[in-house]
């Protein structure tokens, strides 16, 4: 089973950027698609945003459209998630997640501890 380690989260100003990282350590990592999660205190897990396998396909919610972007480097078997212009509702819990197979859509299996991150006013 596949273990992975978010990093990046931390305390930044509304409007800031921050850069989130998830290092999987499975050598298989190119056959699996990632997600990006958040969860806010007493609430749901939120879906945000998603990558195929080969990296072709993304997906990002629409209250993120325009300001995040995922990304993954097969290579260093490592996904990313780019975030712009931060709004404090925007504080939460972050996780990566993994699925078998190329396509995004669908449960994912394997997920990480979570990193917070925190957006001041």
């Known amino acids: 089973q596949v273990q992975l380690a978010e990093s990046g989260g931390g305390l930044v100003q509304a409007g800031g950027s921050l850069r989130l990282s998830c290092a999987a350590s499975r050598r298989t990592f190119s056959s699996n698609a990632m997600g990006w999660f958040r969860q806010h205190p007493g609430k749901e897990r939120q879906f945000v945003a998603a990558i195929s396998a080969s990296g072709d396909s993304t997906f990002v919610t629409d209250s993120v459209k325009g300001r995040f972007t995922i990304s993954r480097d097969n290579a260093k078997s490592t996904v990313y998630l780019q975030m712009n212009s931060l709004k404090p509702e925007e504080t939460a819990v972050y996780y990566c997640?993994?699925?078998?197979?190329?396509?995004?859509?669908?449960?994912?299996?394997?997920w990480g501890q979570g990193t917070q991150v925190t957006v001041s006013s």
């Open positions: 997640a993994s699925r078998d197979g190329e396509t995004w859509g669908g449960l994912y299996e394997c």
